[in-house]
């Protein structure tokens, strides 16, 4: 089904909200149906929190869509019939990507290959080998373009394939010594974003970006990684999203081999080779998918204050299951969501995926 246009903008304004982030958003189309419907509702459940935030102005998302079409880039909305399936399933989603480049290796079957940034020779030669042989095999090569293991392994997919995810817009060029990589992904390849174009890349970005780089992956490989690493952020990520965590050994001589040599450790699937992948993805295991049912079935159309106050002060800085907490207060599920969203966009709760939430 194809999204009306009126509704695919009222999906980036709730997604350039101030605290509604990806769970949020899920929720708020949940509750509400629309983003439309949603974003009509929003003020009276902001003032109701007594939150100080407002919903972005118009012309500061026409700004972004117009930023977009001049640089010849594509929005992407969750909905759209050409938003990737696989990271339609992550829970929670991303609410809106921006693309630029060939937007249909994302429906392809793709693994990401990740890694340091400052990796030795070896390394770059196993990420490029694989991902050509990968790419020759069927497989897009999913990275964050990154110094090191990343670009190594976008230079090998070029030629069957390879979707670069950033953190800063889908033009922001970083590092700038990838120049010329980006300019060949932007031709032959596909650049993808969460960000507003014209963002510029920073520290809190890269585990949404890492986030992407799972979610499109059916298996993500850690080619070389320190223990304390965006790539092993990657591989936990994965891990969570029910998506296959591959390792490439390496001698306990180096620090890098320190992050892939603990994951096996863990329970990562050996990688020595296209076979070890291969082997792992013939067992035919489908991707863990979010559940499919609403959890505001049956909540009213409005709240009293003292429910919400009721599972405010349940909550802690634990992360609890929403069914938890309807328990502790006998309250219907549907009734808890509802509470948990208000709290949330009132700066009081944080909510979690899988339906957890604290303070």
Not at 25 to 47: E, K, N, S, V, Y
Not at 160 to 172: R, W
Not at 194 to 207: I, L, M
Not at 223 to 242: D, F, H, M, N, P
């Amino acid at each position: 089904m194809t999204l009306e246009a009126a509704e695919r903008f009222a999906r980036l304004r709730l997604a350039r909200t101030d605290k509604v982030g990806p769970v949020t958003f899920r929720q708020l189309l949940d509750r509400f149906g629309t983003a439309t419907r949603a974003l009509d509702a929003l003020p009276d459940l902001i003032r109701k929190g007594g939150a100080g935030h407002a919903l972005p102005d118009i012309s500061r998302i026409e700004a972004e869509l117009a930023s977009g079409d001049r640089i010849g880039a594509r929005l992407l909305v969750l909905g759209d019939p050409e938003f990737p399936d696989m990271l339609a399933a992550v829970d929670p989603p991303p609410p809106v990507l921006w693309t630029l480049g060939e937007v249909s290796l994302m429906a392809r079957p793709c693994i990401g290959i990740v890694g340091a940034r400052i990796a030795s020779a070896g390394g770059q030669r196993i990420a490029r080998g694989l991902a050509q042989q990968l790419g020759e095999a069927g497989h897009v090569i999913v990275s964050g373009m990154a110094r090191g293991v990343d670009g190594a392994a976008h230079a090998g997919a070029l030629e069957t394939g390879t979707v670069a995810v950033l953190g800063g817009g889908v033009d922001d060029v970083y590092p700038s010594d990838n120049a010329d990589l980006y300019r060949q992904i932007v031709e032959r390849g596909c650049i993808v974003s969460e960000s507003p174009v014209g963002a510029r890349a920073q520290a809190k970005d890269f585990p949404r970006r890492n986030r992407i780089i799972s979610g499109l992956s059916r298996g993500v490989i850690v080619v070389e990684a320190e223990l304390r690493s965006g790539s092993l952020i990657t591989a936990r990520l994965a891990a969570e999203q029910g998506r296959d965590v591959f390792a490439v050994p390496g001698s306990p001589l180096d620090p890098r081999s320190k992050g892939p040599n603990e994951l096996l450790r863990q329970g990562a699937i050996l990688c020595e080779g296209i076979e070890d992948v291969e082997r792992e993805f013939s067992r035919s295991r489908s991707v863990r998918e979010p559940p499919a049912d609403n959890p505001f079935s049956g909540a009213p159309p409005d709240l009293d204050d003292a429910t919400v106050e009721r599972i405010a002060a349940l909550l802690s800085p634990v992360p609890t299951p929403r069914d938890e907490l309807a328990r502790a207060a006998d309250l219907p599920i549907g009734v808890v969501a509802a509470a948990l969203l208000e709290l949330s966009l009132a700066g009081r709760a944080t909510l979690l995926s899988g339906g957890l939430a604290s303070v």
